[in-house]
T-cell receptor
């Protein structure tokens, strides 16, 4: 296991289309996080899972965003009816204990 | 007021000098503190974490925490050009409550080490 894996690396989509990203965490990690990062800003929290349970979702997050983590393994993040403001780097991270988390390489979304 | 505040910089130091990066946080319930390094075009990587007041050293890096002042810092000794990156401060609340899991990040400080 070489770390947190995210697919795709890049996604260009037209405004109004739906997109789905996948994250495969480090296998023994039970916690999985989704963050969004734009240029010049730190990662912004989106949502967090412990095993298959989604424990927290950002109050700032639109209802167009949804995430799942079936069976407590990989996770998917779906954005419906994309908008240009959704363009960002979407980062997934995982951790085993309440310590720091390991980030994947991210999926860069461009909405045109 | 932002939950985690950092001076965006850029902070420029000469090679071999000590770089000092600072971070303040607003949530007194914060119990865990993290420093991440992010190279341009890459994802953040964990450098250090600190839970208790005082200093924690790891090689050329020292994290300092003062909970009373709600202040965290990172010192980088003998700075190298390869240390040039954005440094992100992150905090996490203590046990209890639904916010326990997430890390809240500052906007990051850009550090440039020049030869």
């Amino acid at each position: 296991d070489t770390g947190v894996s995210q697919n795709p690396r890049h996604k260009i989509t037209k405004r109004g289309q739906n997109v789905t990203f996948r994250c495969d965490p480090i296998s023994e990690h039970n916690r999985l996080y989704w963050y969004r990062q734009t240029l010049g800003q730190g990662p912004e929290f989106l949502t967090y899972f412990q095993n298959e349970a989604q424990l927290e979702k950002s109050r700032l997050l639109s209802d167009r965003f949804s995430a799942e983590r079936p069976k407590g393994s990989f996770s998917t993040l779906e954005i419906q009816r994309t908008e240009q403001g959704d363009s960002a780097m979407y980062l997934c991270a995982s951790s085993l204990s309440p310590g720091g988390c390991t980030f994947g390489s991210g999926t860069r979304l461009t909405v045109v | 007021q932002k939950e985690v505040e950092q001076n965006s910089g850029p902070l420029s130091v000469p090679e071999g000098a000590i770089a000092s990066l600072n971070c303040t946080y607003s949530d007194r319930g914060s119990q865990s503190f993290f420093w991440y390094r992010q190279y341009s075009g890459k994802s953040p990587e964990l450098i250090m974490f600190i839970y208790s007041n005082g200093d924690k050293e790891d090689g050329r890096f020292t994290a300092q925490l003062n909970k009373a002042s709600q202040y965290v810092s990172l010192l980088i000794r003998d700075s190298q050009p390869s240390d040039s990156a954005t440094y992100l401060c992150a905090v996490r609340r203590g046990a209890g409550g639904t916010s326990y899991g997430k890390l809240t990040f500052g906007q990051g400080t850009i550090l440039t080490v020049h030869p």
